[in-house]
T-cell receptor
C-alpha cells in the first residue's frame, strides 16, 4: 500500500538558515509527488510538483527514487515561509487516481 | 475568477444529528474530493467524484455519504454525527485525474458535541 511519511511534526529554524522538510514515500508504481502548503488563515495550495522540476518561492524538491524521498529545500528561510507543509503522493489503480497526504510538518521561522 | 467555496465555515452539532456540508466550485472541474484534516493524521480522503452521478469511497468513508447531481456541487452528509467526526473538512477539485493540482476550499470546522 502507498504511504507518505513526514517524520517531523514541527521544524523550527532561524531566518536566513537553510530549510529541509523531509518526505519519504512507499509505492510500488511510478510515483508522482507534490508539496502543498497552508499559510495561516489561507487555504491549502499547491507549492511544487516533481514533474515540473521548478523552484517556487525559493523552494526546490528533487525526487530520489533510490531513497524514495522527495525532500523540500530552501537555502535561506524567510519569516513568510512559516506554514504547514504537506507532502502528497498520487497513486493510481483501476482508473482511479488519488492523492495520499503525509501528516504534515509545521515550519516555524524564527526572526 | 473561478473558485471553490464551502459552507458553513463553522458548525456545531449534536451527536446523532444529520449534517450536510456544502461544496460549490465554479472551475467546471469534473473531479471533486472531500478530505478531513486532523492533528496527527494530516489529510485523509473521505469520498471523491469524477463526474455527475459518479461517487467513490476514500480511505475514511464510514459514516459519510456524497451525491453528485451536477458538476458544481458535491455535498458531504454525515448521516448520524459522532464525536469522532469532529474535524476540519476540506473540499477540493481538479481539472484532470492525473497530475493537475487540487484547488481547495477554505474548510469547514465541524464540532460534534
Amino acid at each position: 500500500a502507498q504511504r507518505v511519511t513526514q517524520p517531523e511534526k514541527l521544524l523550527s529554524v532561524f531566518k536566513g538558515a537553510p530549510v529541509e522538510l523531509k518526505c519519504n514515500y512507499s509505492y510500488s508504481g511510478s510515483p508522482e509527488l507534490f508539496w502543498y502548503v497552508q499559510y495561516s488563515r489561507q487555504r491549502l495550495q499547491l507549492l511544487l510538483r516533481h514533474i515540473s522540476r521548478e523552484s517556487i518561492k525559493g523552494f526546490t524538491a528533487d525526487l530520489n527514487k533510490g531513497e524514495t524521498s522527495f525532500h523540500l529545500k530552501k537555502p535561506f528561510a524567510q519569516e513568510e515561509d512559516s506554514a504547514m507543509y504537506y507532502c502528497a503522493l498520487r497513486h493510481s489503480g483501476a482508473g482511479s487516481y488519488q492523492l495520499t497526504f503525509g501528516k504534515g510538518t509545521k515550519l516555524s521561522v524564527i526572526p | 475568477d473561478a473558485e471553490i467555496t464551502q459552507s458553513p465555515r463553522h458548525k456545531i452539532t449534536e451527536t446523532g444529528r444529520q449534517v450536510t456540508l456544502a461544496c460549490h466550485q465554479t472551475w467546471n472541474h469534473n473531479n471533486m474530493f472531500w478530505y478531513r484534516q486532523d492533528l496527527g493524521h494530516g489529510l485523509r480522503l473521505i469520498h471523491y467524484s469524477y463526474g455527475v452521478q459518479d461517487t467513490n469511497k476514500g480511505e475514511v468513508s464510514d459514516g459519510y455519504s456524497v451525491s453528485r447531481s451536477n458538476t458544481e456541487d458535491l455535498p458531504l452528509t454525515l448521516e448520524s454525527a459522532a464525536s469522532s467526526q469532529t474535524s476540519v473538512y476540506f473540499c477540493a477539485s481538479s481539472e484532470t485525474r492525473d497530475n493537475s493540482p487540487l484547488h481547495f476550499g477554505n474548510g469547514t470546522r465541524l464540532t460534534v458535541t
